[in-house]
């Protein structure tokens, strides 16, 4: 299959780039290198530095129709979007537009990765509020205009190729960098918000299921269902907690509880992070 992942060179990307090199796939990544890594490369897969707001029409890839697109390109976390919301905005809304419509016009299957943190409020930040018009994107393609699409939602993605620096990190990767080079574990608040650790190859096992059951029109939450506070995952660490003011914007438990994924894709997230902590230290 010819396979478009945008934002290929991002840490979900790269994991996903190499299960389908490996099925063999004619596949070509699209980023724009905000965050994406040219380390990141797969070899066997095609690199484009294009920016999403700017492409409109996706068939000059491979000189024909692509098969399926992975929606993976944004702008992530909560904290930067305070600052830079126009660039969320331009980014993860127009640039999904832009996508989303080719692949209405030319009936392209498409997976859009939205986000969990929709349930802690809709204008609670404005990189929810940006991934979330995204999914009104697809679902009304969807409604008018024949779009095949689903809508995945990600919990708290770590593993291999995570960020570890700057702005755009999660909490596993920036503690996991501090545990090295033996300092504190930063922590916002008092703690005892809860997160749904979900490993990276646990998603990339989802999406690869999506393409291969051509299971379209689903909203799949990607999540483990089960979440830790932050202060329990400080203690299996046995590292030194640094407590800071709670962050705005953030919300105090995340936790996957749908079952869609399993009834339609057979799939449990099945690594656990406890073990996945334990491995590394």
């Keep these: 299959m010819n396979i478009i992942v945008t934002g290929g060179a ?28 040219e380390e990141n490369h797969v070899e066997g897969a095609k690199y484009l530095k294009y920016d999403i707001r700017h492409t409109y029409d996706y068939n000059w890839v491979f000189n024909k129709r692509p098969d399926v697109i992975f929606h993976l390109a944004a702008i992530a976390r909560i904290q930067p979007s305070f600052k830079q919301p126009k660039e969320y905005f331009t980014t993860n809304t127009n640039g999904t537009l832009n996508l ?4 209405a016009e030319n009936d392209v299957p498409l997976v859009y990765a939205g986000s969990s943190s929709k349930y802690s ?19 009304l393609y969807q409604k008018h205009y024949n779009l095949k699409a689903s809508i995945v939602r990600f919990y708290n993605v770590y593993g291999p190729h995570q960020l570890e620096e700057g702005g755009y990190c999660t909490v596993i990767g920036i503690w996991l960098k501090a545990l090295r080079e033996n300092r504190a574990l930063t922590v916002y608040g008092d703690g005892e918000q809860r997160r749904d650790f ?15 059951r051509n299971a379209w029109g689903y909203e799949f939450e990607l999540g483990r269902g089960v979440n830790f506070s ?9 590292a030194t907690p640094n407590y800071q003011p709670k962050r705005p914007g953030e919300a105090r438990v995340t936790l996957n509880t749908d079952t869609k994924a399993k009834e339609i894709l057979d799939w449990e ?3 656990n992070l406890e073990d996945y902590l334990a491995s590394y230290l």
């Design 10 to 37: 991002g840490f979900i990307g790269v994991n996903l780039i190499k299960r389908l090199v490996k099925e063999g796939h004619n596949v070509t990544s699209i980023d724009n290198y905000y965050t994406g890594k």
């Design 121 to 139: 409020g809709r204008f609670k930040n404005p990189y929810t509020f940006s991934k979330d018009i995204g999914e009104d994107l697809v679902t």
């Design 269 to 271: 997230a099945k690594i």
């Design 100 to 103: 989303v419509h080719y692949c």
């Design 230 to 238: 932050l202060n329990e995952i400080v203690s299996f660490l046995k």
């Design 198 to 212: 979900t490993h990276v190859e646990d998603i990339v096992d989802a999406l690869i299921r999506i393409k291969n």
